[in-house]
């Protein structure tokens, strides 16, 4: 059973960090994609970045560039979200998914997600 569990949300004052993990189980992580989107109440979830497989194609959204580093560690099957510089519009649940070996930025073309961990800017 594939199993994926995201941690490291929290509560954070603008323009400080977090750093969020996705922890896989059930499946050869270093042959699985990873992504990360994100979603507020009313809204649709939204691609925030994802890493191939071997982890030479990264893609980011635009707003996170150079804000947020998306990168993993096949030997502990784990992915991570280095999120810096956070701001308001950043507030969401995040959510890991993995998809086989190659990156893509659409929530459809993923098999598995995680729960989704919460990350909330206070004012």
């Known amino acids: 059973q594939v199993q994926l569990v995201e941690s490291g949300g929290g509560l954070v004052q603008a323009g400080g960090s977090l750093r969020l993990s996705c922890a896989a189980s059930?499946?050869?992580?270093?042959?699985?994609?990873m992504g990360w989107f994100r979603q507020v109440p009313g809204k649709e979830r939204e691609f925030v970045a994802a890493?191939?497989?071997?982890?030479?194609?990264?893609y980011y959204k635009d707003s996170v560039k150079g804000r947020f580093t998306i990168s993993r560690d096949n030997a502990k099957n784990t992915g991570y979200l280095q999120m810096n510089s956070l701001e308001s519009e950043d507030t969401a649940v995040y959510y890991c998914?993995?998809?086989?070996?190659?990156?893509?930025?659409?929530?459809?073309?993923?098999?598995?997600w995680g729960q989704g961990t919460q990350v909330t800017l206070s004012s």
């Open positions: 059930g499946l050869t992580f270093n042959n699985y994609a």
């Open positions: 998914a993995a998809r086989l070996v190659g990156a893509r930025t659409r929530d459809s073309d993923y098999d598995y």
């Open positions: 890493i191939s497989s071997n982890g030479n194609t990264i």
